[in-house]
Structure formats: C-alpha cells, structure tokens
Nanobody, 128 residues
C-alpha cells in the first residue's frame, strides 16, 4: 500500500520561504514521476510542479516559475518543493502525488486525474 506524507507547511509572511517534503512508503518512487498540486478554498485543485523519475526534467505552472523548485532524492524516497518569495495567492493546501503511468512514457502530466496516489496535504498560509 502506497502512502505519501507531506510536511513543512505553515504560516509565513509574504516574501518568505518554505520547504515542503513528501515522504513515500510502500513503493519506490524511483520509477515514477512526481508532482505537487495545491487547492485553495473554493477552487479546484491545480498543478504546481512535476519532476521526472530521474530528476532530469521539471515542469512548473507559470505563476510559480522562478520562485518554486521541485527536486527529489530517490534514495530517501522523498520529493521536495522549495517555495521562495511566497505571495498571499500561494495560500492553499499543498498535495504531493505520484504518477505511475505517465512516467513510462516520459511524460510530466498536469491533470490531477492522471496521478494515482496522493498525500493528505499540508496547509501553506501566506499573510500580507
């Protein structure tokens, strides 16, 4: 049984940084693309970033490019999201997700429905 557990969320002021971690168990992440999504109150879950199974390729939504960085450590079975220059509009619950199918075709996918396993989420709140 696959479990993904996010950590590192919190309350910060605009302009600050936060680092999120996603620890996987029950399956090695080394064969899978991994993604981060977020969901703000009253909004749909949206793509934030994804990383290929070897870490060589990444993809970001436009609103976080240049501020967020996704990385992974397959030996630790963990994925990270470093968030810098945080803005109030980044406030959301952040979810880690695993794509076990797309990675076979070297895809970095954007839709939540394309990811197979999800964590429980961690709250990030950015105040003005």
């Amino acid at each position: 049984q696959v479990h993904l557990v996010e950590s590192g969320g919190g309350l910060v002021q605009a302009g600050a940084s936060l680092g999120l971690s996603c620890a996987a168990s029950g399956r090695s992440i080394s064969s899978d693309a991994m993604g981060w999504f977020r969901q703000a109150p009253g909004k749909e879950r949206e793509f934030v970033a994804a990383i290929s199974r070897d870490g060589a390729r990444t993809k970001y939504t436009d609103s976080v490019k240049g501020r967020f960085s996704i990385s992974r450590d397959n030996a630790k079975n963990t994925v990270y999201l470093q968030m810098n220059s945080l803005k109030p509009e980044d406030t959301a619950v952040y979810y880690c997700a695993m794509d076990t199918v797309g990675s076979r075709f070297l895809l970095l996918r954007l839709l939540p429905s394309e990811y197979d396993y999800w964590g429980q989420g961690t709250q990030v709140t950015v105040s003005t």
